[in-house]
């Protein structure tokens, strides 16, 4: 979890860094900025509101932790807070050298240094990098005389951060803790944030530990499952409630105690393993066989375990258990599917 309340912005520069392949320019500053405490406070709330996820990731490289630039020019101001404006203008260089897609937005690149940065109870020194890309238009009310003018401005929304990153200086030899957000990670052209320019991996831990395991019961049971297995909708959304009543029941995850209890079937398990095995190496990390259950992870996950039938665009039917009171038929003379449910009383 993160605190920000007793964080202080010891240096911020910005640089203008553009987009390479469109032969647009970088431009440094020579000084890092000078700012009142209202402006101070404002860029804070802007740096820092956005970070609410408890996902973290490691720097790295896939040969030696030391060859990643983002790794080596803020290890380097962590060192040597001297180096900052030096390090800034390595920063810009790389993620100029990384704006290479046609639809990558030129913009401001703020690179700070943050000190009493509280995560997880611990107060700690931070590097953070930023980037501004998309203007709006603002219109300005003042008085004039009897009435009122009306300009427009177009400037930057404070609410609204597109990039950022935190680097923390601890776990420096597993390439520091990070926090990350890409507001525009939604098209291709935006993945160079996270991939190629800071080339962060998920962070080994309990968070990312539950929501890797949740990933794989979902695909497991809506992919693998109904290939192998002649298996109905309502007993895949019946497998999927039983994960997520294990998760939620138990404060520490165990991968043969969820075979035996959630899988349970001798074949169903050996197929569960199979895929598992599958899915490890197409996603680059491990199902941990033994680890805590992260609450948040579990409750932030949980919505897309969600055991929903979709039929046609009409009717949506949620399964929360008990799938043997759904039966699935044909109707021949109307020449459609139907499902029947079974149940005490309607509330």
């Known amino acids: 979890m993160l605190v920000t309340s007793e964080v202080k912005l010891e240096h911020i520069i910005l640089h203008k860094v553009g987009n390479k392949s469109r032969d647009e320019s970088i431009q ?147 390439g520091f803790v990070v926090l990350t957000v890409d507001n525009l990670n939604k098209r291709e052209e935006a993945v160079y944030w996270k991939d190629d320019f800071l080339k962060v991996q998920s962070r080994q831990d309990a968070y990312h530990h539950t929501q890797n395991v949740m990933s794989l019961c979902k695909a497991f049971v809506e992919k693998r499952l109904p290939e192998e297995f002649e298996v109905s909708r309502g007993e895949q959304a019946d497998l999927l409630n039983k994960s997520v009543k294990f998760l939620k029941e138990k404060e520490v995850f165990d991968l043969q105690e969820f075979q035996n209890e959630v899988i349970a079937q001798p074949d169903l398990i050996q197929s569960f393993q199979s895929y598992k095995t599958e899915f490890e190496t197409d996603r680059g990390f491990e199902i941990k066989p033994e680890f805590d259950i992260h609450e948040n992870a579990f409750k932030k996950n949980t919505r897309f375990l969600k055991s929903v039938i979709k039929l046609d665009k009409n009717f949506h039917v949620y399964v929360h258990g008990n799938s043997e009171n759904m039966q699935k038929g044909y109707d021949e003379e109307r020449g459609l599917h139907f499902y029947q449910l079974f149940f005490k009383q309607e509330s």
């Open 28 to 174: 440094f500053s020579k000084k890092p900025l000078d700012l009142d405490s209202t402006v101070k406070d404002l860029l804070q709330r802007y740096f820092l509101s956005p970070f609410k996820s408890e996902a973290y990731y490691n720097l790295y490289h896939e040969s030696d932790i030391n060859l990643n630039e983002v790794y080596n020019f803020v290890a380097r101001i962590f060192d040597n807070p001297e180096a900052f404006l030096e390090q800034s203008e390595n920063l810009a260089r790389h993620l100029y050298e990384q704006s290479t897609h046609p639809n990558v937005k030129g913009g401001e690149f703020y690179v700070t240094y943050l000190h009493d940065l509280v995560l997880d109870g611990e107060a700690l020194e931070a590097v953070g990098l930023f980037k501004s890309e998309n203007r709006e238009t603002y219109l300005k009310i003042y008085p004039s005389g009897d009435t009122f003018d009306i300009d427009s401005e177009d400037g930057v929304n404070i609410n609204k951060l597109d990039k950022g990153c935190l680097i923390f200086n601890t776990d420096r030899e597993h």
